[in-house]
């Protein structure tokens, strides 16, 4: 049995309230907060929707951003959640280095970046704006406001990120990585997704009826929650009381299809079996579920199915509120586990509002608020594109004093470190692909922007199972299929991936589409793969693979976060495989607008494309390359930190660092690595294989594979940088502008 | 109809890229979805599309696609007669 993970805080703003106390009254009244559009610019008045009552520019005024200084309305609400989360736990900016900040999002600045896009392209009105487009900028705004957390991560899973960001960030702690975690995730309406959802014809013109015979499609609403997550040492130390407890959780792959669930819920069957197990519940345990419930004719027929079939005739109280807060996308899991906690506290069922008509092969939701065993155990469930499905058990605090003491504990997690094994490691980027000519032989660049070089794809799939795949899916699921078979594993226990921009061409299209066409004719496919997620899971569906799935899109760390969460579960012997994947594309005009932001066009630098896909394995085997024996980020450490980090790493035989461009001494990449790592050789990876948010999977392939052969090509070295005498033990640095640092040793056998 | 029909295996051909097959592969009487050419939903949204782009048609419901896409032939006969442009 694991610690169990306090909650201490809680934060939350959507279309039925700005705060908690507000929230609670609209779920008592059985007020919903759907309506007509007011705020979002959108020839589609036709739809209602679950707006946060404040305009954007009302929302800056609040949390006190001055005019002038770029604002997305995603980040805007995800600080007003976070500000009542960290208020009511009372954690103070000196806290913040004891703690991980884990968001979820997918739409990210997409708000401004539809307004601005042709600006973007064409003048320079806007550009402050092209570095907000992105996920990871809007976690690092909303952290950025309050302080320095110790690590700060974006999942990006679609309509369960913040469920996911919830289990990233208690995984966080099960493993004793930091005390506290904040979690949870922030959404706002933009038309990019209001038009994508329309093209996917699963938005309802009434109000949306969850679980109704009527039911015509989901009301898309907004907004943002954020939960405090804490040890129970910790929280016994800063004497703060507990609201509740996350008991359990789980996360399952539907497999089934990229945006609809199988008929019969296989995935979200999973996902809340698994939540129970981890929670040590039986399902007559549940005493209320508030289900994902969107009100597509699909989601809540596959729903229904996976409930009748996880509880029997013993059907606990069910309900979804997306009635009263429409679909809040990637920060439904966290909205609705406040709810989920709000209704222990209160002791009532949040009703499932306009509910009138029985579904022949469906459940019958909760119409009656009080209810009529003692809310103990709830489970809250959250389901994504691509099947992500993810299911939460919380509970009240219990009252009885924990047993084990701080020290204890510390013990526990220092004996906790198990190896990992890397089983292979494939790439398809600027060097030429599956293949490890590059050491021999490798390509060199001297233009600003190349393209991958792309294989021969007809061999993993046929032109017409790849009629919707861009280059970067055919990519990836050839790297995936080569690691995989090249392993020996069939269905990897996780299917992790690292994406910048996700199908940055797919984004592209539907917002040309959006700024020069108009909202008529949009077309489903660019839509569904704009969605980062959509790489992770068609992995999964083409594999059939059942476990977890998630993707982190969190700029140049991508790659990293979906490592440290293989990670994380393997100190924790949840998984065993772990297909860890980095997939980017670069287009010619995205190339162009990171050169205005300044992270592509230096001197030197090569802007490339990735797709890299690493086997995880806990078990030794033959095959293995090499192994991880240490793996650690950190957001904005202190110097003092560092050291210590350093010191735990102890003497490497080389560190092979994320240099772009042409190489100074007194970069700040190389000044870390030198003042940490004295007298060590510093390599490079980025003048072979370019520029990219997810080249440090390319940097950690590279180092695997010259581990393995023993052979290092005299490109990696840099000159004045010393030359390794042996090729045993090599850390692979990150460190993206003086923050944000990734550490992984990589040990050859 | 002989033309609208070629026009529209044309259509569908490039609308949902697929690359392998010849206007001469999808007869007019097999079924698009499941078995004949193995189109999914997704499929069918992108032919709505297609359908209110070239022909003015807009359908409201993805379930009548459903009807309308059985096989080519049903399809040029519902265009034939709900056509605005």
Not at chain 1, 206 to 218: I, N, V
Not at chain 1, 459 to 471: C, I, L, V
Not at chain 1, 664 to 669: E, K, Q, Y
Request: glycine share 8%; net charge negative.
């Amino acid at each position: 049995m694991s610690e169990p993970i306090l909650i201490t805080g809680i934060g939350i703003v959507s279309a039925i309230g700005l705060d908690r106390a507000e929230t609670l009254a609209s779920l008592r009244a059985e007020r919903t907060g759907v309506s007509a559009l007011r705020f979002l610019k959108t020839d589609h008045h036709e739809f209602p929707v679950g707006e946060v009552p404040l305009s954007t520019d009302e929302m800056a005024e609040r949390m006190g951003i001055p005019e002038g200084q770029p604002r997305t309305r995603t980040a805007l609400m995800g600080m007003m959640a976070l500000q009542q989360a960290l208020k009511e736990a009372r954690l103070e900016a000196s806290d913040m280095a004891r703690a991980a900040f884990v968001s979820g999002t997918t739409v990210g600045g997409m708000d401004m970046s539809e307004q601005f896009y042709l600006d973007f392209l064409n003048n320079d009105l806007h550009n402050d704006y092209i570095s907000q487009h992105d996920c990871g900028a809007c976690t690092e705004s909303i952290a950025d406001h309050f302080g320095p957390f110790a690590s700060v991560s974006t999942l990006s899973t679609a309509c369960s990120s913040a469920a996911n960001a919830m289990i990233n960030g208690a995984n966080d702690l099960r493993c004793g990585r930091h005390e506290i975690a904040v979690v949870g995730g922030s959404e706002c309406i933009t038309k990019f997704h209001l038009n994508g959802f329309n093209s996917l014809m699963i938005l309802d013109h009434e109000q949306c009826r969850p679980f109704d015979e009527t039911r015509a499609g989901l009301n898309l609403g907004e907004g943002a929650a954020f939960l405090v997550l804490e040890t129970e040492a910790s929280a016994r130390r800063r004497g703060v009381k507990p609201l509740g407890v996350l008991e359990g959780y789980g996360n399952a792959c539907d497999a089934f299809h990229q945006t609809a669930s199988s008929p019969d819920g296989e995935g979200s069957y999973r996902a809340m079996k698994e939540a129970l197990a981890d929670a040590g519940l039986t399902p007559a345990d549940i005493d209320y579920v508030n289900a994902h419930g969107t009100g597509t004719p699909n989601n809540d027929s596959s729903e229904s199915q996976a409930m009748m079939r996880l509880f029997g005739a013993d059907m606990p109280p069910v309900s979804s509120t997306k009635s009263f807060t429409g679909h809040t996308t990637s920060a439904s899991g966290s909205i609705e586990a406040v709810i989920c906690l709000l209704a222990l506290q209160e002791q009532f069922l949040p009703v499932n509002l306009g509910w009138q008509h029985q579904m022949p092969d469906g459940i019958t939701p909760v119409t009656d608020p009080h209810p009529q065993r003692p809310l103990r155990h709830v489970l809250c469930n959250s389901f994504g594109f691509g099947g992500n499905d993810s299911s939460l058990v919380l509970a009240l605090p219990t009252d009885t004093e924990p047993a084990a003491s701080d020290k204890q504990v510390t013990e526990k997690q220092a004996t906790a470190n198990i190896p990992v094994y890397i089983t292979a490691a494939e790439q398809i980027s600027i060097q030429k692909g599956l293949c490890e000519e590059w050491i021999e032989n490798p390509i060199r660049y001297e233009e600003p922007y190349v393209r991958s070089l792309d294989v021969d794809f007809k061999q993993w799939f046929t032109p017409s199972e790849s009629r919707r795949m861009g280059k970067l899916l055919k990519r990836a699921l050839a790297t995936s299929l080569t690691a995989m078979q090249k392993s020996g594993t069939e269905h990897p226990d996780a299917v992790i991936t690292g994406t910048g921009l996700g199908c940055i061409e797919n984004t592209e299209i539907l917002l040309t589409h959006l700024c020069e066409e108009g909202e008529e004719n949009c077309k489903p496919t660019p839509f569904m793969q704009s969605t980062h997620n959509t790489i992770s899971s068609l992995v999964s569906i083409h594999t059939r693979s059942h476990g977890y799935n998630a993707t982190y899109a969190h700029k140049e760390a991508s790659f990293d976060c979906a490592l440290e969460d293989a990670w994380l579960q393997m100190q924790l012997r949840c998984i065993q495989t772990a297909l860890v994947g980095g997939q980017d594309e670069m287009t010619p005009k995205y190339f162009g607008l990171l050169c205005k932001t300044g992270y592509l066009g230096h001197p030197g630098q090569t802007a490339g494309e990735a797709a890299v896909s690493v086997m995880l394995d806990t078990n030794a085997s033959e095959k293995a390359l090499c192994r991880l024996t240490y793996f650690k980020r950190c957001y904005r450490p202190t110097q003092d930190l560092l050291a210590q980090v350093a010191a735990e790493i102890g003497k490497v035989s080389a560190v092979m660092t994320a240099v772009t461009g042409q190489v100074h001494p007194d970069s700040p990449m190389l000044r870390t690595a030198a003042t940490l790592f004295p007298d060590t050789p510093l390599l490079q990876f980025k003048n072979l294989f370019g520029e990219s948010y997810t080249a440090y999977g390319l940097g950690l392939y590279a180092t695997a594979q010259v581990l393995h052969h023993q052979q290092l090509p005299e490109d990696m070295l840099i000159p004045g940088c010393g030359q390794p005498t042996a090729l045993s033990r090599i850390l692979v640095l990150n460190q993206i502008n003086d923050k944000d640092y990734t550490f992984a040793v990589l040990e050859a056998l | 109809m002989e033309e609208l029909i070629e026009q529209l295996k044309k259509q569908i051909i490039e609308v949902l890229n697929l690359e392998d097959v010849t206007p001469a592969d999808i007869e007019n009487d097999a079924p698009l979805f499941g078995e004949g050419l193995g189109l999914d939903s997704i499929d069918a949204l992108e032919l709505i599309v297609m359908m209110e782009k070239e022909y003015g048609i807009k359908l409201k419901n993805p379930a009548e696609g459903k009807e309308i896409f059985k096989s080519i032939n049903v399809m040029a006969q519902y265009v034939n007669e709900h056509r605005t442009k």
